[in-house]
């Protein structure tokens, strides 16, 4: 039992590059989402999903696509990176409810040149 | 504006000794509290989570307590230990989804043997 399993761990990319982070989970969580992590900030969502076929905004959606397709997958798609996309994205599942942990995984660290 | 206050930032104990962490919330509606643990380099591990009839709550030799009417919380490590070193975070629910849950900036805990 995975749990949460992001890909690639680290990543480095150039200013206008695309690139795909990817979110798989063997838990059968309805729950999807994404957040990145900066330095002195806390964590801050920017997509989200309930359910496959379902996506939302979170608090920073600007410049990232998201679309699940599947319960098990969410991929996060930065159409073209810029320098303020250097972060490390995690990704966290829960079952549906409210009062449910957050599963995240290890986290993937994207740097934007 | 709805707001989670961590504090200390840091925090440096020896292995063995107890410590209290503070967490001060302004987030209205409230639906639940939560308490995480990050081991640098992973992503966040849920310790706890708590609603508004809740005011204590252990994991362990984690114990976390909630203070609804004065929209505060703290989290007591007991006999500590050189794996506690990691980062605190609390997050409050705003009510009803997910998707609405606000991230203090954490405490960072150092255990000195």
């Known amino acids: 039992n995975a749990g949460v399993t992001q890909t690639p761990k680290f990543q480095v990319l150039k200013t206008g590059q695309s690139m795909t982070l990817q979110c798989a989970q063997d838990?059968?969580?309805?729950?999807m989402s994404w957040y990145r992590q900066d330095p002195g900030m806390g964590l801050r969502l920017i997509h989200y999903?309930?359910?496959?076929?379902?996506?939302d905004q979170g608090e920073v959606p600007n410049g990232y696509n998201v679309s699940r397709s599947t319960t098990e997958d969410f991929p996060l798609r930065l159409l073209s990176a810029a320098p303020s996309q250097t972060s490390v994205y995690f990704c966290a599942t829960a079952r549906s409810g409210y009062n449910s942990p957050l599963h995240f995984g290890n986290g993937t660290r994207l740097t934007v040149t | 504006k709805n707001q989670v206050e961590q504090s200390p930032q840091s925090l440096i104990i020896l292995e063995g000794k107890n410590c209290t962490l503070q967490?001060?919330?302004?987030?209205?509606?409230?639906?639940?509290l939560r308490w995480y643990k990050q081991d640098t380099g992973r992503g966040p591990v849920s310790l706890t989570i708590m609603t508004f009839s809740e005011n204590t709550k252990s994991n362990g030799r984690y114990t976390a307590t909630l203070d609804a009417d004065t929209k505060q919380s703290s989290l007591h490590i007991t006999a500590s230990q050189l794996s506690d070193s990691a980062s605190y975070i609390c997050?409050?629910?705003?009510?009803?989804?997910?998707?609405?849950?606000?991230f203090g900036k954490g405490t960072k805990l150092s255990v000195k043997p």
């Open positions: 967490c001060n919330y302004t987030v209205s509606p409230f639906s639940n």
């Open positions: 997050v409050v629910s705003e009510g009803g989804s997910q998707g609405n849950l606000i």
């Open positions: 999903s309930v359910g496959a076929g379902i996506t």
């Open positions: 838990m059968n969580h309805e729950y």
